[in-house]
């Protein structure tokens, strides 16, 4: 147990709908990094929010957003869902951004 | 961030010692090694981490060469349930971690 917790566990969404993923940190923990892990892949790093503010941001388009709230708690927003976003979303939290991250369980997002 | 190479799958017998090797050939000084382990569809378990010197804690070993080019993850005693993918992962920018595609490591008993 990492202290990491994720909602909701499993989602079921279609084509061109627009979803909302939830992250709470471990107490103590200020960053909170989102991943998206397609099916026999590693995970593939979203974005990190420090401090409510975007940190570093990976190859992925506009429609993948976030917020981080003053309790660092923090969301994951994926507009105009397509096929592909079909994956499990892990997000991590960790002390400040140069720390050890510490994963949740994922949420399992089916796009159909 | 260094990339890193990972046999694609490893055997273990229960009770043994789990070696896993990783190449991370183009490191920098800075890229600290770290190592993560992922059982089915959970969350990635944070293991170990190490810059230069050995690193043991509860759950493994960490060698690192003196070059640093690669490192072995060594889990002293392996069970059934340290079948896992193993990710060695090298990075300087801790906002972003690369975890590439890991060792399948299948503990048999």
């Known amino acids: 147990e990492t202290g990491v917790t994720q909602s909701p566990t499993h989602l079921i969404k279609t084509r061109g709908q627009q979803v909302t993923l939830r992250c709470s940190s471990q107490?103590?923990?200020?960053?909170v990094s989102w991943y998206q892990q397609a099916l026999g892949q590693g995970p593939q790093f979203i974005f990190q929010?420090?401090?409510?503010?975007?940190?570093g941001r990976g190859n992925f388009p506009p429609r993948f957003s976030g917020l981080q709230f003053p309790n660092y708690s923090s969301e994951l927003n994926v507009n105009a869902l397509e096929l592909d976003d079909s994956a499990l979303y892990l997000c991590?939290?960790?002390?400040?951004?140069?720390?050890?991250?510490?994963f949740g369980p994922g949420t399992r997002l089916t796009v159909l | 961030d260094a990339k890193t190479t990972q046999p694609t799958s490893m055997d273990c017998a229960e009770g043994r010692a789990a070696n896993l090797p990783c190449n991370h050939s183009?490191?920098?000084?800075?890229?600290?090694v770290y190592w993560y382990r992922q059982i089915h569809s959970q969350g990635p378990q944070y293991i170990i981490h190490?810059?230069?010197n050995n690193e043991t804690n509860e759950m493994a070993s960490l060698i690192i060469t003196e070059d640093r080019k690669s490192s072995t993850l060594i889990l002293p005693h392996a069970t059934l349930r340290d079948t896992a993918v193993y990710y060695c992962?090298?990075?300087?920018?801790?906002?972003?971690?690369?975890f590439g595609s890991g060792t399948k490591l299948n503990v048999k008993p």
């Open positions: 992962i090298a990075l300087y920018n801790f906002n972003k971690f690369y």
């Open positions: 107490s103590g923990h200020n960053t």
């Open positions: 183009t490191i920098s000084g800075n890229e600290y």
């Open positions: 991590a939290s960790s002390r400040g951004g140069s720390d050890t991250q510490y």
């Open positions: 929010y420090y401090r409510e503010e975007e940190n």
């Open positions: 190490g810059l230069k």
